[in-house]
């Protein structure tokens, strides 16, 4: 019995001179960081964030989110989302979401058939166009 409180003394002695990796919490790194915001869409949400992790706008869409989301400069927000298809795997998408800043869904458009399918990224153009 003693022998075992001294090994358990001794591994909680140990364990406490550990210092664990942070895991929870905002994590900063000023030697990276840069002004400006970070745009998001992690699922049906889209997320405006400032660098102190605080949401500055946020829009709602009846869709999982695909793997692009743009902020254009008129304050309109574009990005894919996930529909259902003949396609599957990462990255799929298969429709475009226009929504305003109030969060008004303005425009969509589905590429998505048994031939064809939006995958990844979308890229807006000088001339309107995606």
Not at 8 to 36: C, E
């Amino acid at each position: 019995m003693t022998t075992t409180l001294k090994i358990l003394g001794l591994l909680i002695a140990l364990s406490t001179g550990l210092r664990g990796q942070q895991t929870v919490g905002l994590f900063l790194n000023d030697s990276l960081a840069v002004n400006g915001y970070t745009l998001f869409s992690p699922n049906f949400n889209t997320y405006l964030i400032d660098n102190c992790g605080r949401v500055v706008h946020s829009w709602l869409s009846g869709y999982v989110s695909g793997s692009s989301v743009y902020l254009l400069e008129d304050g309109d927000l574009m990005r894919t989302a996930r529909v259902q298809g003949s396609f599957n795997g990462g990255g799929v998408g298969g429709l475009l979401e226009r929504y305003n800043w109030e969060g008004d869904l303005i425009g969509s458009y589905q590429y998505a058939d048994a031939e064809k399918h939006q995958h990844h990224d979308i890229e807006p153009l000088p001339n309107g166009n995606f």
